[in-house]
């Protein structure tokens, strides 16, 4: 079945670093969205690609869709500790039928940014 | 705007009693509701689809007379979890999708709920 995979699972780096997420999806995506979720929080929507080789930012937060539409990454630029949390990407699920706007996961890269 | 709210946020309850989830859209009609599971430091894990008036769609492995789901109306979808036991302590979360629109397809989700089964 649709496979997301997300990498890294784990990201520890010093305040002001960058930091970098890749998605992949084993079958290709019509839109990718981002989400972020805070320590004991819930997922918050951060942008959705669209179009093949997209790029968008966010102050410091840069997103890319590929040109094949089967990968995307999240840069952020000069972390800081309130980008802590897990960094989701997902992808409209391919069900092979009425999916009703479900999404496939990848499993998340759990950002720590040290003061 | 595209505010969910779930509550209750947490439950503490004994084993074999049944705790019910709400999860409203307050500032949209939602076309669909879901409704996942998230182990700690984990991915959400898909248990259901909720559309506004019929059955939901349960995922592979997911016990739907144990995970009662009802779409009572556009803004609202209530999760049931009958007989709980210890092993469905977990963090609940939902979600609602507008449906229309060029943010249709998002998801907006609910502060999630943490059930601890005694």
């Known amino acids: 079945g649709q496979q997301v995979m997300q990498i890294p699972q784990y990201q520890h780096v010093q305040e002001g670093e960058d930091f970098t997420t890749y998605c992949n999806s084993s079958?290709?995506?019509?839109?990718i969205q981002w989400y972020k979720q805070r320590p004991g929080g819930h997922p918050v929507f951060l942008i959705q690609?669209?179009?093949?080789?997209e790029v968008k930012k966010q102050k410091r937060l840069t997103f890319q869709f590929g040109e094949a539409k089967k990968n995307s990454s999240l840069h952020i630029t000069a972390t800081q500790t309130t980008d802590v949390g897990t960094y989701f990407c997902?992808?409209?699920?391919?069900?092979?039928?009425?999916?009703?706007?479900?999404?496939?996961f990848g499993q998340g890269t759990i950002l720590t940014v040290h003061p | 705007g595209a505010v969910v709210s779930q509550h209750p946020s947490r439950v503490i309850c004994k084993s074999g009693t049944s705790v019910k989830i709400e999860c409203r859209s307050l500032?949209?009609?939602?076309?669909?509701m879901f409704w996942y599971r998230q182990f700690p430091k984990q991915s959400l894990m898909l248990m259901a689809t909720?559309?506004?008036?019929?059955?939901?769609?349960?995922e592979q492995g997911v016990e739907k007379d144990k995970f009662l789901i009802n779409h009572a109306s556009l803004t609202l979808s209530t999760l049931t979890v009958t007989s709980a036991h210890p092993e469905d302590s977990s963090f609940y979360i939902c979600?609602?999708?507008?449906?229309?629109?060029?943010?249709?397809?998002?998801?907006?989700f609910g502060a999630g709920t943490r059930l601890s089964v005694l």
């Open positions: 500032d949209f009609q939602a076309t669909t």
């Open positions: 979600s609602a999708r507008p449906g229309t629109g060029s943010w249709g397809n998002i998801q907006y």
């Open positions: 079958t290709t995506l019509s839109n």
């Open positions: 997902a992808g409209p699920t391919n069900a092979g039928g009425t999916s009703y706007g479900k999404l496939t």
């Open positions: 909720s559309n506004e008036g019929s059955k939901a769609t349960y």
């Open positions: 690609l669209v179009k093949s080789g």
